[in-house]
């Protein structure tokens, strides 16, 4: 993968991310097309109204018990399988990276993170694959990036395995759903 560029700086004096990747998938003659939203994009649901959700992937910023980085990318509808990735790499752990640990690892911030990024350990779930198109995050908090998922593949070389899980169902009204482990 093409490095990533340096973080192009507004007059604000805050770092334009978006505009980061652009110069980063630029430079790799990739076809991508940013969407911007007025407001940051912290659930599907707020995506939904300018992307089909099912057409969302979201990239997630772990780390193994080794204490390596790793981008797991799975359909946003579903969740991350810890025990497959465990199995399939073979480690004792993996665990979500903060946010510190997010920007450090990947160049992004949380909410952002592109699969382009500065990890090079890349795990893309299967289910991704199943559309020609893929809608990502876009460098910035309020911003989603379309791009082809062969485009995907082909830039990053990931490993392609069933990596992620069905989250619970939603509860029922005026139930509220349990953390713990039953």
Do not use: C
């Amino acid at each position: 993968m093409t490095a990533l560029k340096t973080p192009a700086v507004g007059a604000d004096g805050q770092v334009r991310y978006g505009e980061q990747l652009r110069a980063t998938l630029t430079s790799m003659h990739l076809w991508f097309r940013f969407i911007e939203f007025d407001e940051p994009v912290k659930t599907v649901a707020q995506a939904a109204g300018k992307v089909q959700a099912e057409k969302i992937a979201k990239s997630i910023v772990m780390i193994d018990s080794n204490g390596d980085p790793l981008l797991a990318i799975v359909p946003a509808l579903s969740m991350v399988s810890h025990r497959k990735l465990k199995a399939l790499l073979n480690v004792r752990d993996v665990r979500l990276a903060n946010a510190r640990e997010v920007l450090q690892h990947s160049g992004y911030p949380v909410g952002g993170v592109p699969p382009f990024n500065k990890i090079k350990r890349v795990l893309l779930d299967q289910r991704v694959l199943q559309d020609e198109i893929a809608v990502v995050g876009g460098g910035d908090i309020n911003k989603l990036l379309e791009i082809r998922t062969k485009d995907i593949v082909t830039a990053l070389n990931p490993e392609v395995a069933d990596i992620s899980k069905n989250p619970p169902p939603e509860p029922q009204l005026g139930r509220l759903r349990s953390d713990s482990a039953a």
